[in-house]
């Protein structure tokens, strides 16, 4: 392949690196675009693996923004929630994928430091040689071991709990979404889990809570109360989102927000808004996500 076909053929891939390391469709794009100027300039005749070392080149952009992603979340008015992709159907049934890019998993990758997501990025989901990552993050490899273990423990700590059946996990988002577009309290207490989390990204542009909202009373009410159904004319479309079940809201037929789903043992334990403007413009056209494995 030249090296145009060998970009276009991997691109799927190195986006959903990017993406999954900083939580940013936005800054995936310009991470593949930083990419492709290095790319460019390479010497192909020194190169023995093309996606091997795009996916290098791709980590190293990402790392770098990243850090500058998280002086940027500083200043963030309220919660901060990933940007929210609409994707195909297909998505969900790559269990692995699914849950590596759902809405629940970055926020737990949110907790870890950049060289860490970095490396449980690359190892944990795309298998890639400890040998490899050591040269994608600038360590040794007997380092790159260590900051993997680490990863994983803090991972562990966070990460969603089984989700039960798959006939439980309909049943439940049936409820949910009746419960929801009907508002009625009773119906949402029965499918939220006691300890559900909801939380809601504005942007400090549109209204959204400013701290999450922990518990099922709590979160019943605030879903009872639909602020989808208040004043314009709304409407709220069922959608895959990140891989997972969400909703897409609609105010005048404008994209007003979208409201992810996480469902654990047939129960609703995660409930995450994004209203923030600059994080809706991928939620209407389906965005390619690939585990496709970049060695061997």
């Known amino acids: 392949m030249d090296r145009t076909e060998t970009f276009v053929v991997h691109r799927n891939l190195l986006f959903t690196v990017a993406y999954e390391m900083l939580g940013s469709a936005a800054d995936a794009e310009d991470v593949l675009q930083e990419t ?32 500058t992603l998280g002086r940027r979340k500083e200043s963030y008015v309220g919660p901060w929630l990933p940007e929210p992709l609409l994707t195909a159907p297909d998505v969900a049934e790559d269990v692995e994928l699914a849950a590596s890019v759902s809405m629940a998993m970055l926020l737990v990758l949110e907790t ?18 400890y040998d490899e990552i050591a040269e994608a993050v600038e360590k040794t490899p007997a380092a790159v071991r260590q ?41 949402l207490l029965d499918i939220l889990a006691p300890d559900v989390v909801a939380l809601s990204d504005g942007g400090g542009v549109k209204h959204a809570l400013l701290r999450p909202v922990v518990g099922a009373d709590s979160v019943a009410r605030l879903l009872a109360t639909g602020w989808w159904r208040r004043g ?34 047939g129960l609703v334990t995660g409930a995450y808004h994004v209203r923030n403007p600059e994080k809706l413009s991928r939620v209407e056209r389906e965005i390619a996500v690939s585990r496709s494995r970049p060695w061997g």
């Not at 089984?162 to 419960?179: I, M, N, V, Y």
């Open 36 to 67: 492709w100027l290095r790319w460019a300039g390479v010497d192909l005749a020194t190169v023995r693996d093309g996606r091997a070392f795009l996916v290098r080149i791709t980590t190293r952009q990402a790392l770098k923004r990243l850090r």
């Open 112 to 129: 870890l430091a950049p060289t860490e997501r970095a490396v449980f990025v690359l190892r944990e989901v795309f298998a890639v040689d």
């Open 147 to 187: 900051i993997a273990h680490r990863a994983r423990l803090r991972v562990a700590e966070r990460k969603p709990r089984g989700t039960g059946s798959p006939d439980q996990h309909r049943a439940a988002l049936k409820a949910f979404q009746t419960a929801v577009e009907t508002g009625d309290l009773q119906s």
């Open 232 to 265: 314009a004319r709304r409407s709220v479309e069922w959608v895959q989102i990140n891989g997972g079940p969400g909703l897409l809201i609609r105010v005048e037929g404008e994209v007003d927000g979208v409201l992810a789903v996480r469902v654990e043992d």
